[in-house]
């Protein structure tokens, strides 16, 4: 029977997972990056809770991403999913359910 309370006994089992990231870790120009390593954004600012506004790109569009994308904050925000995912699924839009920040 497998020891599924220790995690140490295999090498090769998944470590578990991280503590969440939580809004707090998230700051004005902070880095994001995708799954592999390429950098999609800065950080303008938290919208709500949940929500990370990114700054404007080149073509002067904010794109949001949900927090819980955000898999670890070492200097930079690494997202979970690779650049191009990540791109076909952020929003340009402002969440209707974050307010507005003042």
């Known amino acids: 029977m497998e020891n599924k309370k220790n995690p140490s006994t295999s090498p090769t089992q998944p470590q578990p997972a991280a503590s969440p990231v939580t809004a707090a870790q998230i700051k004005p120009e902070l880095v994001v990056v995708c799954s592999q390593n390429g950098e999609l954004g800065v950080v303008d600012h938290m919208q709500g809770a949940d929500q990370i506004n990114l700054k ?5 569009v904010h794109h949001f991403i949900p927090l819980a994308w955000v898999k670890s904050v070492d200097g930079k925000a690494h997202l979970d999913r690779p ?6 699924e952020w929003t340009d839009k ?3 359910t974050a307010p507005a920040r003042a």
């Open 56 to 60: 404007k790109d080149k073509a002067g």
């Open 83 to 88: 650049g191009a995912q990540a791109m076909k």
């Open 94 to 96: 402002a969440p209707a």
